[in-house]
């Protein structure tokens, strides 16, 4: 019943496989993305999933970006240190989710949907870029209620860690562990997780960012944001938007920018600045940067957990994701 990081995410079941430049032009999608299917019903490229399973290098792992967050941290922290929430249907897929996260020493604290199949995400891996498509299924259907049938592990919980992608699903969840935690006065830590949250989900995003206490996210969700919330402004200094953020937003947050092979920029709530280093990885030993982002994440949360300094944390973060895309798919090695 006491785990100190407590996860919210969408908990999917990734379909990945390489493709060619081609196949992505094919339904318009870009290298680096992550999308979501709204109507599973009518949209085209639903059949992305009946052509990955015919294709022979196809591999079916668990991912979900906060699930793999949650994985991470426990690969630093080792078993039953980790929790996770989220919503599943009654099949297969969610076995599968439900045994990657025992074995990598996750609690996972499901809401079971008895009607709808668990959420899939096509990884279309392309050189080191990769493009996301998500079926979220049964990880749309998670409710706040479940929160409250679980609150001994909310109320045991020394730290939190929210998927931004949860702000398609349940904004009212978000709040109400951001409340908790804001009450007492635990670290809540909110991922951007993709450009469309801050472009689509402004004002889902603006209700939960005044309860962070860490907002991580990549550069092109930073400059995303910037778009989106100060559009005409055009500011593009990754310093400059964490500043607004804090400025506009929380005065009380800590943002973190990771730069791809640049320099992770740490904007303290202070407004004071620096610049971190990543730990290189020779190009030829990168497997795939699927989950390069929710590694990081990991490792920066376990951090938190471990009660170390904010640039020890990003560090951490660092060293995590350079482990993960040594991986196939958004995982990490069995210890
Ligand atoms: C709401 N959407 C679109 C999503 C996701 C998602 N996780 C939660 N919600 N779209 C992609 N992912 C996950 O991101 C990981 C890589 O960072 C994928 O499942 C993949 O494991």
Known sequence: MSYPLVCLGNPLLDVQANVEPEYLAKYNLKSNDAILIEDAKTDPRMKIFDELVEKKDTIFVAGGAAQNTARGAAFELGPNKVAYFGCVGEDKFSQQLLQENERAGVKSLYLVNKEIGTGKCAALINGHDRSLVTDLGAANHFKPEHLDKNW??????????IGGFHLTVSPEAIVKLGKHAQENKKPFV???S?????QFFKDALIQVLPYATHIIANETEAAAFSESFYNGENITDLKEIAKKIINDYNK????????????????NSDLSTKEIDVHPLE????VD?????DAFAGGFVAGIILGEDVEKCID??????KISIQQVGPSFPVK
Not at 194 to 198: E, N, R, V
Request: charge should be neutral; glycine fraction near 8%.
């Open 152 to 161: 001994e592990y909310v109320e045991n919980a020394k730290a939190f860690y």
């Open 190 to 192: 909110i991922n951007f």
């Open 194 to 198: 993709a450009p469309f949250i801050p």
């Open 252 to 267: 009380n947050a800590t943002v973190i920018f990771t730069h791809g092979l640049e320099p992770t920029v740490l904007v």
């Open 283 to 286: 190009t030829s030993k990168i």
């Open 289 to 293: 940067t699927n989950g390069a982002g």
């Open 316 to 321: 951490r973060g660092q060293a995590l994701a």
